[in-house]
């Protein structure tokens, strides 16, 4: 019975009187830094690459171009419009701890409408290609901090392609100059990168063609002529990091 006293006593004090018991809540929160209830949910039960944990990722560039009487090293723009974009999506599965199996398929469009002076002719120019690559994937990852919030990993990759490419100029009203280009390409190549954790499950990714062989196969007529081709081989190891692959990706499984 006395016990019983005092839970209705508690709860009647916590209706007249809420604005006291929150209060004392939000002390209870002051003694934490803004660091420390961040950090709070990686430091218990948080396995982003275990065993079974699945992995999804994205990223995507757009550059909409408006040129006019810009120089260039091949042709000047005397008016012209250019549109590119590129989306890129990963996925893949933990096949232990550590290593993951991935997926991932790229798309790329580029587009250019417009006017361009090409010694000693002025030239109405349009193109278009289009291409998608196809990336199977082995990555084992490396923590470097103990709550595993920051990484790095090294991925090798085989990539298949294909590209297209058409080609319309116009001179004098009337003469046409239509090039069609088509190919295949493959590519065997280590990426490393690292992964950082800024919210629960979302990462951050920052990734680098490091090295790499490729190989292109690509097909090319001119106003329905015949067919020339062109078999180009190139092994490259270089470290630019003008060409960083930026990126955001989610890991299901990791808190459990």
Do not use: C, W
């Not at 809540?25 to 690459?49: K, Q, R, V």
């Not at 103990?146 to 590209?163: A, H, I, P």
């Not at 088509?182 to 680098?208: D, K």
């Amino acid at each position: 019975m006395r016990n019983n006293y005092k839970i209705i006593s508690i709860l009647v004090f916590a209706v007249i009187f809420p604005g006291v018991m929150i209060a004392q809540n939000e002390n209870t929160d002051e003694n934490y830094t803004a660091y420390d209830l961040m950090s709070e949910y990686y430091n218990d039960g948080f396995n982003p690459f275990k065993k079974k944990n699945i992995y999804i990722g994205l990223s995507f560039s757009l550059q909409d171009l408006q040129q006019e009487n810009t120089t260039g090293f091949f042709q000047n723009v005397v008016d012209g419009q250019s549109l590119d974009y590129n989306l890129e999506l990963k996925s893949g599965y933990y096949i232990s701890d550590y290593t993951m199996v991935g997926f991932n398929f790229s798309y790329e469009h580029d587009k250019f409408e417009g006017t361009v002076f090409r010694d000693p002719d002025t030239l109405q120019s349009n193109s278009m290609s289009r291409s998608f690559d196809f990336t199977p994937n082995i990555r084992p990852s490396f923590p470097l901090t103990k709550n595993e919030r920051l990484s790095f990993f090294v991925e090798t990759g085989l990539t298949f392609g294909y590209t297209s490419a058409l080609t319309r100029n116009v001179k004098k009203d009337d003469e046409v100059n239509t090039q069609y280009t088509e190919g295949f390409h493959f590519r065997a190549g280590i990426s490393p990168g690292i992964t950082f954790f800024a919210m629960e499950s979302f990462a951050f990714q920052v990734q680098l063609n490091l090295i790499g062989y490729d190989l292109a196969v690509l097909q090319q007529s001119t106003n329905n002529g015949p067919e020339s081709r062109r078999v180009d081989q190139k092994v490259d190891a270089k470290i630019d990091l003008l060409s960083l692959n930026l990126g955001l990706s989610y890991y299901f499984g990791s808190k459990k």
